[in-house]
């Protein structure tokens, strides 16, 4: 049973450029949520996509956007790039209402250079 | 949701019970505790979960006392490889918290040979 697969791993990208990442969630899972984690912090909560919609929603600017498919999967997409965003792009998925038992990928690094 | 409090770092020898206390005054009657556990460039991992008095699986042991505003995760006899990032979270158990996941900056435990 595969777990909670992210791609790319890495990713390095220049200010001002977009970039997509995309989830693949548990098997079974219905939900997932997006997580941003600088260096040395905690996750930061994005956004969460229920039934291919947003349910719930960070602090985070309209440059973050995203997207769940039929399957389940999804993907984050960051417009205009900005240094602040290199960080470790998590995605984690669960079923239902179980929400706080999250199950995570191993994340996407970004570097905006 | 329910701010939680907990110490910013702890160290501990390999074959000692290893306790960290997170403090949640503001703890909700619907709220559940989640612990989870984070490795360097991983995602966190769900460790235990609980609402009152004790819960206890093949990782860990949670202590929740009467009034429910503090909780203690308790991991016995820790190797070096329990060295990691442990983070308290509490949330709504039934959706009213908005069905997003908070993280704060965790505990870093580290254990010594």
């Known amino acids: 049973d595969a777990g909670v697969t992210q791609s790319p791993t890495h990713l390095i990208k220049t200010r001002g450029q977009q970039v997509t990442l995309r989830c693949s969630p548990k098997?079974?899972?219905?939900?997932v949520s997006w997580y941003q984690q600088a260096l040395g912090q905690g996750p930061q909560f994005i956004f969460q996509?229920?039934?291919?919609?947003?349910?719930q929603r960070g602090n985070f600017p309209d440059r973050f956007s995203g997207h769940q498919f039929p399957n389940y999967s999804s993907e984050l997409n960051v417009n205009a790039l900005l240094l602040g965003d290199s960080a470790l792009y998590l995605c984690?998925?669960?079923?239902?209402?179980?929400?706080?038992?999250?199950?995570f990928g191993s994340g996407t690094q970004l570097s905006v250079l | 949701l329910a701010k939680t409090t907990q110490p910013i770092s702890m160290d501990s020898y390999e074959g000692q019970e290893v306790n960290i206390t997170c403090s949640h005054n503001?703890?909700?009657?619907?709220?559940?505790i989640t612990w989870y556990q984070q490795f360097p460039s991983q995602g966190p991992r769900f460790i235990i979960q609980?609402?009152?008095t004790k819960v206890t699986n093949e990782v860990a042991s949670l202590f929740i006392p009467a009034d429910r505003k503090s909780s203690t995760l308790s991991l016995p006899r820790v190797s070096l490889s329990d060295t990691a990032v442990y983070y308290c979270?509490?949330?709504?158990?039934?959706?009213?918290?908005?069905?997003?996941?908070?993280f704060g900056a965790g505990t870093r435990l580290f254990v010594k040979a």
């Open positions: 996509y229920y039934e291919e919609e947003e349910r």
């Open positions: 098997s079974g899972h219905d939900t």
């Open positions: 979270l509490v949330g709504d158990g039934l959706g009213t918290g908005g069905f997003k996941t908070i």
């Open positions: 503001n703890i909700a009657t619907n709220d559940y």
């Open positions: 984690a998925s669960s079923f239902g209402r179980d929400y706080e038992k999250l199950f």
């Open positions: 609980g609402y009152k």
